[in-house]
């Protein structure tokens, strides 16, 4: 409700402001290389062909940061998983250590 309110005042929150900023400095570099790439003194097949080879190598960046985060995702929960299994092992141990003790204890 909190939230509601200050969205009605127009109070944005620090992490809104700071997600918003974050954007538009992004906006504002496409931009910018969008503009020095249109005003370059060259001509419009060679500024094309730099486009190319920019959206290219930004592929290709972007697919490695892919497999990385992938492998890194992945091995992460493989680590977590292996985790909860002993944590489960555990726990299983510890109930089967109270049902003996209160069968002895009867």
Do not use: C, H
């Amino acid at each position: 409700m909190f939230d509601s309110i200050m969205d009605f005042l127009g109070v944005e929150s620090k992490a809104k402001a700071r997600n918003r900023s974050f954007l538009f400095f992004l906006g504002g570099i496409a931009l910018g290389a969008s503009a020095g790439l249109l005003l370059a003194p060259q001509s419009g097949e060679e500024t094309r062909e730099v486009i190319k080879d920019t959206a290219i190598a930004g592929a290709e960046k972007t697919k490695e940061f892919y497999e990385k985060t992938a492998k890194e995702v992945k091995d992460k929960y493989e680590e977590v998983k292996q985790k909860v299994k002993n944590v489960e092992e555990i726990v299983e141990d510890a109930a089967d250590d109270v049902v003996e003790e209160l069968e002895e204890a009867e």
